[in-house]
């Protein structure tokens, strides 16, 4: 009876995080504010890149590995969630944006059958069902995985904590085959998720778990071999690197502003687990009491505690220990009442949860409706490459089929830095050169490239102004009858981009030459042949 008690509140669980996010697509897809150019825009810029790949599986042209249009990572492989996006579309008649943002809506829940099942079997269900229900509603990682925004995060919480139920079966017998399931698992979500690093860390969880189970060192070994295997030795090798290169992040200077790596206060982090904030707090403190029994979950908590350090994307691993805190705090309450403490104590978790998981939001467009708009309608030849802000990149690949210099897949690399030199350069003639491939270079300014450079600014009566302390740059926005004035100048040196202050859109700029005075919010460069 208490098993079919948990079953059913599983699935209450996964149908609470799946209508929130049904509920989203709804109105979004109502919304005037996210309907532009006969698209619904999305909340985020890197599904512009999955749907550009799943655009192109429709159309037969998509090749994986180096992208021609974007100067990231090469794909080794198709990517699925792309291959799912195309076939769900096909199958079900429905437009690519629309389909995409399907999948987000039902398979962002899925993490609470692994996490379930695991806690279940420790002796803790109501702290699944409260990890359940904070983990995949906290803002942390509602706002990763809201619909209209398909990314691979939808399954980063399903993946991972499969592999750590399979570990845990693997030491109470069968070990070999839930070894190499664990195994099969972690090949699954690096061809989803493209990051390695995770195989070095379920290999030593899976070693040091056998070894506390009292397994024998040739069982622990051959266990070992197994997960090697089924996850591929090249990927586990590369985990090292990807390990490596993760943790050296931190001493890097950031040439992108990137929301998702913006350091919080810890206030303002614990309230993106729980409304607020200081009872998500109360639930970790109370999971750290479960730890004699929970230490497989170790890892993830200490990527969730990343949050408080190195930037927000990491809490969506967090808001899942706040919420098994509160199932501890209801099995404590309610566990001893005889007969009913199992349901009591499960149905108080999930009263508990519920009201400190963050009221429903909609979120916003990542572009505004007049800019996408006028990106639409851009007159640039589909093999062209464009200098724009990185944030711009793939949504200028999905709609004119143009290379970019800088995208969400290279922010941190060689083209934006080539974007920035551009912006704070006195001379922007030897830039054209530097980016010249043989194909037409366009230069895209937009009116909102100040704050998107990540300089801070705030609004008043005039415009936009604001200052960048750390790199001495002032920098000033007006927008007039006559166009966009936009500036940047050095407060030491007085060097100014390109080398003066101008109006954008009434003159050509260097070895940039106008081609649009059309548009209001952007205005269109062509680099003259001579400079390239």
């Known amino acids: 009876m208490d098993v079919l008690f948990f079953i059913i509140l599983l699935l209450l669980v996964y149908l609470l995080n799946t209508a929130v996010r049904y509920r989203q697509h709804i109105d979004i897809s109502q ?62 008649g429905l437009d690519m944006e629309t389909a995409s943002s399907l999948l987000t809506v039902f398979l962002s829940g899925l993490f609470v059958f692994p996490l379930g099942i695991l806690m279940y079997r420790l002796g803790m269900p109501a702290a699944g069902i409260g990890g359940g229900i904070t983990g995949g509603l906290c803002l942390a990682y509602l706002q990763r995985t809201t619909a209209f925004q398909p990314d691979t995060d939808m399954l980063n919480l399903f993946f991972p904590l499969t592999i750590i139920l399979f570990i845990h079966l693997a030491g109470r017998g069968r070990t070999l085959l839930w070894s190499a399931a664990a195994g099969l698992f972690c090949w699954f979500h690096y061809r989803w998720y493209v990051h390695s690093g995770f195989a070095p860390v379920w290999l030593t969880l899976l070693m040091v778990y056998l070894l506390i189970m009292g397994k024998k060192g040739n069982v622990i070994l051959y266990s070992a071999l197994v997960f090697i295997i089924f996850c591929s030795p090249f990927q586990f090798y590369s ?56 230490y497989l979950l170790l890892p993830l908590f200490a990527l969730g505690c990343l949050m408080f350090f190195k930037g927000e994307r990491f809490g969506m691993y967090l808001g899942m220990f706040a919420g098994m805190g509160f199932g501890v705090l209801s099995a404590f309450v309610f566990g001893r009442v005889r007969r009913f403490g199992f349901a009591l104590s499960c149905a108080g978790t999930l ?108 609004f008043n009566a005039n415009g936009l102004d604001f200052t960048n302390i750390e790199h001495g740059l002032d920098s000033d926005l007006k927008i007039t009858e006559n166009g966009m004035f936009f500036s940047i100048y050095n407060n030491k040196t007085h060097e100014s981009f390109f080398g003066k202050s101008f109006i954008i859109g009434t003159s050509d700029i260097g070895c940039f030459k106008l081609e649009n005075r059309k548009y209001p919010y952007i205005a269109v460069y062509k680099a003259k042949a001579h400079c390239q």
Not at 240 to 251: I, K, P, Y
Not at 387 to 410: E, I
Not at 431 to 444: E, I, M, N, T, Y
């Open 31 to 92: 919304s005037i504010s996210h309907e532009a150019a006969g698209h619904i825009i999305m909340a985020a810029n890197d599904p512009y890149r999955w749907l550009r790949y799943a655009n192109e599986m429709s159309a037969g042209t998509f090749v994986s590995g180096k992208d021609p249009l974007s100067a990231g990572t090469p794909l080794p492989f198709t990517p699925p969630l792309s291959f799912m996006i195309c076939k769900l579309s096909g199958a079900s």
């Open 239 to 294: 985990g090292f690197t990807g390990l490596f290169d993760f943790f050296s992040e931190g001493a890097k200077s950031y040439p992108a502003a990137v929301d998702e790596l913006r350091r919080m206060t810890f206030a303002e982090s614990l309230r993106m687990l729980t409304k607020d904030g200081w009872s998500a707090l109360a639930g970790l403190l109370l999971f750290g009491v479960t730890l004699r029994r929970t």
């Open 351 to 458: 009263f508990i949860s519920v009201m400190l998981i963050h009221p429903y939001f909609v979120p916003a467009p990542y572009v505004s409706k007049q800019l996408f708009e006028e990106m639409k309608k851009l007159n640039i030849p589909a093999g062209s490459v464009v200098v724009s802000h990185w944030n711009y990149g793939f949504l200028l690949q999905y709609l004119k089929n143009v290379g970019t210099v800088s995208d969400g897949a290279s922010q941190f690399k060689e083209g934006w830095l080539l974007t920035r030199e551009l912006m704070r350069s006195a001379d922007p003639n030897p830039f054209a050169g530097r980016v010249d491939d043989g194909k037409p270079l366009w230069l895209v300014l937009t009116e909102d490239m100040n704050v998107s450079g990540g300089l801070h600014g705030y």
